[in-house]
């Protein structure tokens, strides 16, 4: 099955794909739009979820650290509903919380400029939320990581 990430701000949309057994995530595309322009975004999304045979999406959900739902959150279940809606798939929910600063790290200990990390954070964040939800289900398929 092919699964998609994404990492949802109020101008970027990170993109990651996984691979057809499900195992690796991969970093896929940025979509730029204008702020808040979410339909744009949708637009770009349909030509790539078409294009690579999606069947499933998993979106970042950025709690607050106190496990609280802010305003990005919020932003983030509204985008959940228009996916719904629009692709007929299903969304599941990732919780995200420190996706973009590991997605710096990994992007700086690779000593990428700042202006190339700024490209590339949220596609690359797209691939943690992404390769996280994958982990934990083959970890919750399997049971204990390590009987795997």
Same mark, same amino acid.
């Given at each position: 099955?092919?699964?998609i990430g994404l990492d949802l701000?109020?101008? *970027?949309?990170?993109?990651? /794909? ?5 195992? =690796?995530? *991969?970093?896929? *595309? ?13 637009? $770009?999304? !349909?030509? =790539? /979820?078409? $294009? ?10 950025? !709690?607050?650290?106190?496990? #609280?739902?802010? $305003? ?7 985008? +959940?509903?228009?996916? $719904? ?5 299903? &969304? ?15 992007? /700086? ?10 490209? !590339? &954070?949220?596609? &690359?964040?797209? #691939? =943690? =939320? ?5 982990? +934990?289900? !083959? &970890? ?7 009987? /795997?």
């Amino acid at each position: 099955m092919r699964i998609i990430g994404l990492d949802l701000g109020t101008r *970027t949309l990170g993109i990651a /794909i996984c691979d057809k057994t499900e195992t =690796i995530a *991969t970093w896929y *595309t940025t979509i730029r739009f204008m702020e808040e322009d979410y339909a744009s975004a949708l637009r $770009e999304l !349909k030509k =790539i /979820i078409e $294009e690579e045979q999606v069947e499933m999406i998993v979106l970042g959900l950025p !709690k607050n650290m106190n496990n #609280s739902v802010g $305003e990005s959150a919020v932003r983030t279940l509204n985008f +959940k509903k228009e996916l $719904e809606e629009q692709f007929h798939l299903p &969304v599941v929910m990732q919780d995200e919380r420190l996706s973009t600063v590991e997605a710096n790290h990994c992007l /700086i200990a690779s000593d990428l400029s700042r202006k190339k990390r700024k490209k !590339k &954070v949220d596609g &690359v964040a797209a #691939s =943690i =939320i992404l390769q996280t939800y994958l982990d +934990k289900r !083959k &970890v919750d398929m399997h049971g204990r990581e390590d009987d /795997i």
